[in-house]
């Protein structure tokens, strides 16, 4: 990844449609694996969506809760081209980026491919709340060993 000069090392963009879900779940457990490596400096992070819900799910909430992170004051928000341009890596979380990642765009992107947890049993969510926290594990471990393996 690049440095954006006066910017962190590395700017990584969690998005989905309505970000009220896994996007939220994802960048919840970045912030928390950033403030473990210590790297808050090194590592800028933002969630958005395209067609942004009105609230996090609850399921959602009830479910990142008992890993003892609180949803519940975010509200889901609108990511736009221009503050993309910024980013070095996009994840999408089962939607292609191509909706948000402008042509001229030189960054990464990934898609997670993810089951949506909105209307789901909190057991589902669940298994797709430990998905994504190992996911993000691993990107933090890939980014900090090796920083060019992510440009």
């Given amino acids: 990844m690049t440095r954006h000069s006066g910017q962190t090392d590395h700017r990584i963009a969690f998005i989905c449609v309505q970000n009220a879900g896994r996007s939220q779940m994802a960048a919840a457990f970045a912030k928390r694996e950033r403030d473990r490596r ?62 948000v990642c402008p042509v001229t765009w030189n960054g990464e992107n990934r898609d997670w491919d993810l089951d949506d947890p909105h209307g789901r049993p909190i057991g589902d969510v669940r298994k797709i709340r430990a998905e994504i926290e190992e996911r993000v594990v691993t990107l933090f471990d890939e980014i900090m060993t090796d920083p060019s393996s992510a440009e």
């Fill in 38 to 99: 210590g790297v808050d400096d090194q590592i800028g992070i933002i969630t958005g969506g395209t067609q942004p819900a009105d609230h996090v799910h609850d399921v959602v909430i009830e479910a990142m809760a008992e890993v003892d992170i609180d949803l519940s004051d975010r509200t889901p928000r609108e990511v736009t081209r221009d503050e993309l341009q910024g980013v070095d890596l996009v994840v999408t979380m089962g939607c292609s980026a191509s909706d």
